[in-house]
Antibody, heavy 118, light 110 residues
Framework: EVQLVESGGGLVQPGGSLRLSCAAS????????MHWVRQVPGKGLVWVSR????????MYADFAKGRFTISRDNAKNTLYLQMNSLRDEDTAVYYC???????????WGQGIPVTVSS | QSALTQPASVSGSPGQSITISCTGS?????????VSWYQQHPGKAPKLIIF???NRPSGISDRFYGSKSGNTASLTISGLQAEDEADYYC??????????FGSGTKVTVL
């Protein structure tokens, strides 16, 4: 059974940093692209970032460029999202997702809330 | 990277068919076959129900049907059931090598 478990969320002040983790199991982690998607409660899904199988190619939504860094440790079957210079508008639930190939986000974690507030 | 345009809400009676549109541009929906649809029930993670415009993952009912014409993709749900009441989002690959979701559509079963 595929499992994606996010951790590392919480309350952070504006301008602060947070690193999210996504522990993966039940599939061969190093064979899949992985994504981060976020959702403000009551609002829509927003794509954040994706990384290729070996961690050599990363893409970001415009709002994440220069502030967020996606990475992975295939030895630990873990995906990360380093978020710096956080803003109030980054407050959301963050999901990690497994890509089955060609933008098929087939599996999702339960989501982890991030609150940016003073 | 503005969200793709979806109607805010669509409703139908049990047994009816409804269609949700997803409008983008030649830079995303119109330019690629990598359009997918996700169903999200309240408090739950999204679930992939359509990929590559008109393909269903294993286990997804054939009541869900996807299509595309030009810059607009569509999701049709036939034989509407109470369990179909949820939020639905389209997603497309873009010419910037990124992804973009639609604004989301709330489906209500009357």
């Amino acid at each position: 059974e595929v499992q994606l478990v996010e951790s590392g969320g919480g309350l952070v002040q504006p301008g602060g940093s947070l690193r999210l983790s996504c522990a993966a199991s039940g599939f061969t982690f190093n064979m899949h692209w992985m994504h981060w998607v976020r959702q403000v409660p009551g609002k829509g899904l927003v794509w954040v970032s994706r990384i290729n199988e070996v961690g050599s190619d990363m893409m970001y939504a415009d709002f994440a460029k220069g502030r967020f860094t996606i990475s992975r440790d295939n030895a630990k079957n873990t995906l990360y999202l380093q978020m710096n210079s956080l803003r109030d508008e980054d407050t959301a639930v963050y999901y990690c997702s497994r890509d089955l190939g060609l933008w098929k986000l087939i599996d999702w974690g339960q989501g982890i809330p991030v609150t940016v507030s003073s | 990277q503005s969200a793709l345009t979806q109607p805010a809400s669509v409703s139908g009676s049990p047994g009816q068919s409804i269609t949700i549109s997803c409008t983008g541009s030649t830079s995303d929906v119109g330019g690629y076959k990598y359009v997918s649809w996700y169903q999200q029930h309240p408090g739950k993670a999204p679930k992939l129900i359509i990929f590559e415009v008109n393909n269903r993952p294993s286990g997804i009912s054939d009541r869900f049907y996807g299509s595309k014409s030009g810059n607009t993709a569509s999701l049709t749900i036939s034989g509407l059931q109470a369990e179909d009441e949820a939020d639905y989002y389209c997603n497309s690959y873009t010419n910037s090598r990124t992804g973009v979701f639609g604004s989301g559509t709330k489906v209500t079963v009357l």
